[in-house]
């Protein structure tokens, strides 16, 4: 028996297990069922009951070390041959690279543009009240836009509708600052409109400009700059007289390009005019002493042009065939 047991612990400590083969003879030679464990088993057996005890424990220390080295090495083994199978060094699946949204893109060329002639950013709630977004911009009580067909109100709630300009936040940065102010506010607006030409979202950056002595030629100095940075000089510009009731006088702009045959076709970009006097008392400023102008930019207008993109709707259909053009 002592010489089994012996034996058992040199195969085991002298083991080098590095191949399956290797593996393979030391499970014949000592676990298999002709192995020198099972050997020692059978002698273990046969041993009167008074030396059982001396052997016994050693034998089991024994069998469980030579299994777990047998084990061990066949797990390495296996997880080494696996590897081949990894090429770690192989390109992975492409992600496809994002872009900016056209809209994203114009309204950030804007922000950028107004920024470089001491414009700040503005912002103001998409959910906006009643108060900022008609009534302290001197609309009357029958205004049009007021109506239901023409505006988003909330069910819960008359008070409060989906803003449908950026006008409000005038209010907004007039209240909360004191003049000189210079600001442009982007954003998000929201009328009952849905055709190729109007989408029921679209996007306004609002300009405002209050200090003493502003005029009329100060606003167009601004907005002239503005054409000829994002379309360039070869653009005319004119302005037809309009109404807003938040501004006197109000104007329409129109830039155009004069075609081969000399015409020029016009298109309408935005309203502006002198902020009325009537608004700045609304925000505590006295209209003797400052006066300013507004002006309001179609986004989504500007982007149609700049990329010729034929249907407003498709700057909101989130097909990435689209918006992955530019
Ligand atoms: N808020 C006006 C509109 O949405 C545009 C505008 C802004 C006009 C500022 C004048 C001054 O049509």
Redesign the pocket.
């Known amino acids: 028996m002592e010489t089994l047991l012996k034996e058992i612990a040199q195969r085991t400590q002298e083991a080098k297990l590095t191949t399956k083969a290797d593996c393979e003879n030391f499970k014949r030679d000592v676990l298999g069922k002709n192995g020198l464990i099972q050997t020692a088993m059978d002698a273990f057996r046969d041993l009167p009951g008074s030396e059982k005890p001396k052997w016994g424990s050693e034998l089991n220390r024994l069998k469980t070390e030579a299994n777990t080295l047998y084990q061990t090495a066949l797990d390495n083994l296996d997880s080494e041959v696996k590897l081949p199978w990894t090429d770690i060094t192989l390109p992975s699946i492409p992600l496809p690279k994002g872009s900016l949204h056209p809209l994203t893109q114009v309204e950030s060329d804007l922000t950028a543009l107004f920024n470089r002639i001491g414009f700040r950013v503005a912002t103001g709630p998409e959910i906006e009240d009643d108060w900022h977004n008609f009534t302290a911009l001197n609309f009357p009580e029958n205004h049009p836009a007021r109506d239901m067909q023409d505006t988003f109100f909330m069910k819960g709630n008359p008070d409060r509708l989906l803003r449908t300009?950026t006008?409000g936040v005038q209010i907004r940065t007039m209240l909360s600052q004191q003049p000189p102010i210079r600001v442009v506010a982007p954003g998000r607006v929201y009328r009952c409109d849905n055709d190729a030409t109007h989408s029921p979202v679209f996007h306004?950056i609002?300009g405002l400009v209050i200090d003493k002595d502003v005029s009329f030629a100060d606003m167009k100095e601004v907005l002239y700059y503005f054409v000829d940075q994002f379309f360039g000089k070869e653009f005319e510009v004119r302005f037809r007289p309009s109404f807003?009731p938040?501004?006197e006088p109000?104007a329409e702009m129109d830039i155009g390009r004069r075609k081969a045959n000399g015409e020029i076709a016009w298109m309408e970009i935005l309203?502006?005019?002198m902020v009325d006097p009537a608004v700045l008392e609304n925000c505590n400023i006295d209209p003797e002493e400052y006066s300013g102008y507004?002006?309001?930019i179609g986004i989504d207008r500007l982007a149609m042009l700049r990329y010729q993109i034929p249907d407003i709707r498709l700057l909101y259909e989130n097909d990435v065939r689209f918006s992955g053009q530019f």
Do not use: L, V
Request: aromatic share 22%; net charge negative.
């Open positions: 300009h006008s306004q609002e807003f938040f501004t109000s309203g502006c005019g507004a002006f309001g």
